[in-house]
């Protein structure tokens, strides 16, 4: 094993500490050899805190927690946290369809609480190199490394023509809940089709106390589409295929990113039937005045002041002609994207990249020209080479596993998963006892 001795650089330095960076935390709990620390900017963990919308849970089941995948006699699993606090019972009888966010929430700040490497408050300004060593700095502190996982998660995406007006009453729905503009009698428009998009335009209608004037919901989609959650579509999001998608061209993968949208980025079907529930009862039942207004194959594309307001204009995608709504507040469910971190700033140029992204080898470091044993590695930065699974919480454990691993240079954690059901990889034609003639089913 590579371990670093005691006075020298430690062996990992974790930036941002979001689910990603926890998960591989909580797995070095077991192997305190692996020397590490993590650094995160925020007080304290918080996850997505400006959405953290009161009926808002979780798209995976909770099973895919920090740990499980790869280590389920954890003490630090979900399962663990609801015993420590004397819940199990009644969450099973709650029979929860899924865990609430907020829930969650509370279970990886418990982890965090048993977790001694952790650093709230400390933003990581700069990662340079000093001979065979990384030096990760903030603003008054150094911490010598051999190698770095990047956990800094994606950034908000504004669309062009909105990005010269954000402010209070326009803003990214990462924003919504820390604003937390009064809406009573206010013209809302909400942009974006994905989950984001449902979940505010559903909190928007939640209160019927304090009603907005009207609310429309914007989606370039040409209708609001669910999830795919079906099981051959959850193969989508094992070991497996995430193996096989990193070996493919790179104009295939860009392919299926794009046909698996639905896969990753659909509204959770309860949520549309509650949304499409509460429509019908504000339409029929209760008799509200809001005007609500659902806007699908609509594309934003200006954004001007009108008085105190805002002026939107959108594209129908099927028609092609325009039209322009006035509103109050505008908030943009336009999703996140990764973006190299400032904090590499000094290194940039050492490593390659492809298009947007980082070139990621099989143990999830970059390539880059730096010495062989410093290693940087990345969570939640390989889309375009790992697949839909990449952004998601469900992988994270086992990506976590395969960084140690690398990190200490021997296999700590098992990541070797039994075959998907689902033959990805194309068959040599060779015909195996019991397996059908393959020849001749083609
Ligand atoms: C509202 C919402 C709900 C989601 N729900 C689900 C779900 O139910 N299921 C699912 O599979 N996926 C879900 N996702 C997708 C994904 O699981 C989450 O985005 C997840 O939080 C990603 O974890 P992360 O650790 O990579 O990044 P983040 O959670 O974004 O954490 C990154 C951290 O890095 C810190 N940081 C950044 N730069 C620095 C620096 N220079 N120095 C120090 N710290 C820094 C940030 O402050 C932040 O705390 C959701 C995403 C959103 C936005």
């Known amino acids: ?29 077991r192997h305190p050899r692996v020397r590490a620390r993590f650094f995160e900017r925020r007080a304290e963990f918080q996850w997505h805190a400006g959405l953290m919308l009161p009926n808002a849970s979780l798209q995976v089941p909770f099973l895919k927690d920090l740990v ?52 709230f408050g400390r933003e990581v300004d700069a990662v340079e190199l000093d001979g065979e060593t990384l030096i990760v700095r903030g603003n008054g502190w150094s911490q010598p490394t051999r190698s770095v996982v990047l ?63 009207s609310v429309t919901w914007a989606s370039r989609r ?75 194959a609509r594309e934003l594309i200006a954004v001007a002041r009108r008085g105190d307001g805002w002026s939107i204009t959108f594209r129908h995608l099927q028609r092609q002609t325009h039209e322009t709504i006035h509103a109050d507040i505008v908030v943009l469910c336009t999703g996140y994207a990764y973006g190299m971190p400032a904090c590499l700033d000094a290194i940039a140029d050492r490593i390659e990249r492809s298009g947007d992204g980082y ?25 375009h080479q790992r697949g839909i699974a990449d952004p998601n919480l469900g992988l994270i454990p086992w990506r976590c596993a395969q960084i140690i691993n690398s990190v200490a240079g021997c296999q700590l954690y098992d990541v070797d998963e039994a075959a998907p059901f689902v033959h990805w990889e194309a068959q040599p034609m060779a015909v195996q006892s019991g397996t059908p003639d393959l020849e001749m089913m083609s």
């Open 359 to 383: 070139v990621v080898n099989p143990d999830y470091s970059v390539r880059w020209d730096g010495p062989k044993g410093c290693r940087i590695y990345v969570q939640n930065a390989a889309k």
């Open 1 to 29: 094993m590579r371990y670093s001795s005691t006075n020298g650089p430690i062996d990992l330095v974790g930036i941002g500490i979001g689910p990603a960076n926890l998960s591989l935390a909580a797995l070095l709990k």
């Open 68 to 119: 499980s995948l790869v280590d389920p006699t954890s003490e630090l699993s979900f399962l663990q946290f609801l015993a420590t606090h004397k819940r199990l019972l009644c969450f099973i009888n709650a029979n929860f369809p899924q865990v609430l966010r907020r829930e969650f929430n509370q279970y990886y700040r418990w982890a965090c609480e048993q977790l001694d490497t952790l650093d």
């Open 222 to 296: 040409w209708n609001f589409a669910p999830l795919d959650e079906s099981s051959f579509t959850n193969e989508l999001y094992t070991p497996g295929y995430s193996n096989y998608f990193y070996d493919l061209p790179e104009t295939l993968r860009a392919t299926l990113l794009a046909e698996q949208k639905l896969a990753s980025d659909g509204v959770s079907s309860a949520l549309l039937e509650a949304i499409y529930r509460r429509v019908y009862e504000l339409r029929y039942v209760t008799g509200m005045s809001c005007n609500l207004q659902l806007r699908p």
């Open 151 to 213: 956990g800094t998660g994606l950034q908000a995406a504004v669309p062009d023509c909105a990005k010269p007006w954000l402010s209070t009453t326009l803003l990214h729905a990462s924003q919504y809940l820390i604003n937390n503009n009064p809406v009573e009698g206010k013209r809302v428009v909400v942009i974006g089709g994905g989950q984001t998009g449902a979940e505010v335009f559903h909190h928007l209608l939640s209160d019927s106390g304090a009603m907005p004037a």
